[in-house]
């Protein structure tokens, strides 16, 4: 990887040489690329130096008369790799939301996003090819929050310019076809897919902005029902081709901009040294491979033994204690449904159990 401010520098050389040239003032590619980076370098204190000459550049800009001329150089999109490639994934930590997938994005070069809907192992099976222009792949089962990540991974992500469904769309969710009304119709007032058949299709952590982002960054690509891999790779490959049609040159690229999806809070986790004590009392935790069962002591914190619970499963004992009132801290709860999993996994695969202090 090379050094951010060699990067800056290479990405100014490219731009300065561009918009000394009166075609580039007139030209959409310039233009656009010009103020994708501004978007970007503005939330970056790294990239002040990158910003403020960008900013200069743009007040040379003149009416644009053509989006692009098709040059055989192409200095704004030689510019955009770079930056894509080199500073924009590695800074924006993408793949914004957690999922199932399989992310491969390198900057350019993969505009395919895939969803491979309810075909979980068709995902797998994409991920170990990696076909070129594929840039992220996973399932997508549910019509609500699953058509949610798909979009904020999508719009945070401007080097995705198509979103391809395959494999088989999950009966009720239907979260294929979800996604093809959504992109077709939006939302209505109450943040509803218009059109979409599935059971509750209410995209209640997505804004407008977001959703109209995505409306108009992709292009949503139907193979919905089709689960053979050399068909699947043939269009990725098909469409990954289709960015550079412009100018016939992979130097080309039309980037999306980068949306401002919005943030939700992300908490660090930290260890608490000494929890709280539960006044309810304190449990042993004895699991009985001979009986294939779980012995539960409850004691008060003078040590007198309150009640014994049963159980053949880490759930029915939690569930007992918690549904009898026996365990008043949530920290507490917690930590006896992590040790009684533990003494149910001591069962079945035969290790021996040892309780750890709470």
Known sequence: MRNIREVQKSIEYELKRGISLEKCKKCGCMKDVLERIRSFSLRDENLTSLYKNVNEWLKEIKTVEYKCLGCNYCYPAVAIEMFYSNIFINKNRWPFVAGDYFAFCEGTG??????????????NKLAKIKPEGLCIVGKTETE?????????NIITNPTIK?????GKDPEGHWSGRTIISLWKNGVDD????????GKRPVLKNLTVKDIEAFRKQ??????????RIDRIV??????????????GDRTCLHMGEVSDAQEIPVISAKSVVKPKMDKAGYFVIIPQPDRKII???HYSYDNKLLRVI?????????MTIINNGWVTELSHAAYLGAELKKAELSLKLGFKYIQDGA
């Open 234 to 247: 043939d269009k990725i490959k098909e469409l990954s081709k289709r960015v550079y049609e412009c100018c």
């Open 162 to 166: 198509y979103l391809l469904l395959v």
């Open 144 to 152: 609500n929050i699953g058509v949610e990540k798909v979009v904020r």
């Open 110 to 123: 993969c505009p395919v996003a895939v969803s491979t809907l309810a075909s979980v192992e068709l995902a």
């Open 310 to 318: 049963e159980g053949e499963d880490a759930k029915s004992i939690y």
């Open 218 to 227: 992709v292009l949503v690509v139907d193979m919905i029902g089709e689960e």
């Open 295 to 297: 012995t539960v002591e």
């Open 190 to 197: 109450d943040m509803k897919v218009k059109g979409s058949p």
